[in-house]
């Protein structure tokens, strides 16, 4: 366990160091800084906990060179590019700002830089929330699947995932209800629109990059594992990673208006989770927990479901982080009580 996270503690260490220095240069003191960076990263970790369980469930299947570039150059893009570039991105393209300038605002007016990353919530929150939507739907759908949590819901709508193309179209009906009913502005409209599809794209390029990867000798069997062993793995995990991240981000401002503890704190989490992802994989905790990986989907359907709707209605970061954390008990409570029944029955 110690070498699955040893790398997360080296990185809190790093982290919390770099906090005290900030709290000791600044008006916010030492205290004050060492909290926050923990609370956040806390934070960070509960709202991705269901992510670390399908993270696994796709890392497992690669072989040990892609899982150790998800743990060193995969960490970089998602403490430095998801939790520092992305938002100053957002918030330049949203001023018409260099990024110069908008660094500047971050570190020297923390509240205008929050304003205009807060009015970019909305395509944020659809893009995100497309992805994230396709992920569940995806998992629910899958007509291959043959181990069912909730036998009702889960095998009707396995049978019904012989329709290729039925995650696709439910998760675009979901984006023009959304954005035909949710009492917001035409400008807002037409960027939940455009940021919704933009996630369905992304989603359909991504999970479509097998076919690189095709060969008609070797059958589906070998394309599938291919896909989950190489770079379409990789990019997989890496957009998933990035999707969760904008709750995160968004979530943090709640927190602190410090651009600088909001990352410090952020990387913590989002290296734990890593770790989490790792060590999950190596203890396999997926195969022993037979309904976990189906609590952590119910989870990011939850969350989708979360962040399309705070396009407009404001829900607390304690709801998002719990409603992951309590499908993934109910599972691993369901998983125990389904291994007790095979054990009782031989």
């Keep these: 366990m110690f070498q699955d996270f040893k790398y997360s503690f080296l990185v809190t260490f790093l982290c919390v160091g770099l906090a ?70 957002i918030v330049a393209v949203a001023t018409g700002l260099g990024a110069i300038d908008v660094m500047s605002m971050a570190l020297n007016n923390p509240d205008e830089y929050s304003r205009h990353l807060m009015e970019s919530h909305a395509g944020i929150a659809a893009f995100g929330g497309m992805f994230l939507l396709l992920v569940f739907l995806s998992f629910m759908f899958d007509n291959e699947k043959d181990v069912h949590w909730i036998h009702a819901i889960e095998e009707r709508m396995s049978a019904m995932g012989k329709l290729d193309v039925i995650s696709v179209l439910l998760a675009l009906i979901m984006l023009f209800l959304l954005q035909e009913f949710l009492p917001i502005s035409d400008e807002t409209r037409l960027t939940v629109l455009v940021a919704g599809l933009a996630g369905v794209v992304l989603y359909i390029a991504v999970s479509s990059l097998d076919v690189f ?34 709750d995160g981000v968004i979530g943090a401002f709640a927190i602190t208006k410090d651009v600088v503890i909001i990352m410090l704190g952020l990387a913590i989490g989002a290296m734990f989770v890593r770790s989490l992802t790792v060590h999950l994989v190596h203890k396999g905790t997926l195969d022993e927990y037979i309904y976990l990986e189906h609590g952590a989907h119910y989870g990011i359907g939850a969350l989708a479901f979360i962040m399309l709707f705070s396009i407009h209605y404001h829900i607390p970061e304690v709801i998002t982080g719990l409603i992951g954390v309590t499908f993934i008990v109910l599972s691993i409570v369901s998983s125990l009580r389904h291994k007790k029944k095979l054990l009782a029955e031989a």
Aim: glycine letters at 8%.
């Design 20 to 89: 005290i220095w900030w709290g000791a240069t600044t008006s916010m003191g030492i205290a004050t800084a060492i909290f926050l960076v923990v609370v956040l990263g806390v934070m960070e970790v509960s709202l991705s906990f269901d992510n670390a369980v399908v993270n696994a469930s796709v890392l497992k299947e690669m072989d040990e060179k892609w899982q150790q570039l998800f743990l060193t150059v995969g960490i970089l893009i998602a403490v430095f590019g998801m939790r520092l570039v992305f938002p100053i991105v």
């Design 213 to 246: 990867f095709e060969d008609e000798a070797e059958g589906e069997a070998v394309v599938k594992s291919v896909k989950r062993n190489g770079l379409a793995g990789f990019l997989y995990l890496e957009v998933l990673d990035a999707s969760f991240s904008f």
